[in-house]
């Protein structure tokens, strides 16, 4: 009898320490430690793709990114920042050594660093933390939500757009000029490359629809946020990236920008339609 006890004694520990664990992972709302646990799980089984688009820094920063995410905005949120990375990586791919003979291909065959991850995620990373800490209130939550999807639409849509236009660009002209410029200019753009962006832009917004991130409203308010804000992008390239005095306007300083104009839009947008309805 006191073998059978004591061997029940460390089952029983196990058994314990697995439930815990499950229900740390099963957290509702997310804590911090269950997001931790989650984003722990899930980057170790998607190793072998983290690697095919981030640098090891890079890995690093969006683990962080992630977990943020999960805090915030629970699996949906994350889901549709996994959406974002798998279907920008994919587009960052597309004819790489045909991009790469131009000098046009993204560095390290497109794996991202932590500046570009932080770039890109920037206004994201505000929203997630707006939402977080309960900033405004309930009133407000659900603009902080619109401006987090929103901002991931904008950047998978710059990224899609400049990808899909250096490597199928027939003509890309210069947005404040309509010019002809050779591909990879910056501030221009190709009709191929406008429609795939916009495309990419739909179908982010539709998987934050369908997971409860935004309403159908909302996820249109977000496809145009994200072509406006693309568009002051192109400008901003155009007139002033790489000009004297200007230097400091790198692509990650641009991203910033870019993302956080589609995030204030969207939020702005949502605002003024819900005023007008009500009025």
């Not at 799980?41 to 683990?63: D, H, N, Q």
């Not at 699996?75 to 004819?95: H, Q, R």
């Not at 991202?112 to 929203?127: D, E, K, Q």
Request: hydrophobic share 50%; glycine share 12%; charged share 10%.
């Amino acid at each position: 009898m006191l073998n059978v006890k004591s061997n029940a004694v460390p089952e029983l520990g196990f058994q314990g320490a697995v439930s815990g664990v499950l229900d740390i992972l099963q957290s509702s709302p997310p804590t911090w430690e269950s997001s931790l646990l989650n984003n722990l799980l899930i980057f170790m089984v998607g190793s072998p793709i983290l690697v095919t688009g981030l640098s090891l820094s890079g890995i690093a920063a969006a683990f962080l990114l992630g977990t943020l995410t999960w805090r915030a905005f629970g699996p949906s949120g994350f889901l549709l920042v996994a959406s974002y990375f798998v279907i920008g990586t994919a587009a960052t791919k597309v004819k790489m050594a045909q991009k790469e003979a131009q000098g046009v291909a993204e560095k390290r065959k497109g794996r991202r660093g932590p500046s570009s991850v932080i770039g890109s995620s920037a206004a994201g990373c505000v929203c997630a933390f707006l939402s977080i800490y309960n900033v405004g209130g309930v009133a407000f939550s659900g603009l902080w939500q619109l401006g987090f999807v929103a901002s991931f639409c904008t950047k998978l849509s710059d990224t899609v757009s400049s990808e899909v236009g250096k490597a199928y660009g027939k003509t890309t002209y210069l947005v404040t000029t309509f010019k002809v410029v050779p591909r990879g200019t910056e501030g221009a753009v190709s009709v191929e490359g406008t429609v795939a962006g916009l495309l990419a832009s739909i179908l982010l917004a539709s998987v934050g629809c369908l997971m409860g991130e935004v309403s159908v409203p909302q996820a249109v308010i977000c496809v145009m946020a994200s072509q406006i804000a693309n568009l002051g992008e192109s400008l901003i390239g155009a007139a002033l990236q790489d000009k004297e005095g200007f230097r400091w306007l790198n692509n990650d300083v641009v991203n910033v920008i870019n993302i956080s104009l589609g995030s204030v839009l969207a939020v702005l947008m949502q605002q003024v339609l819900f005023q007008n309805w009500h009025q």
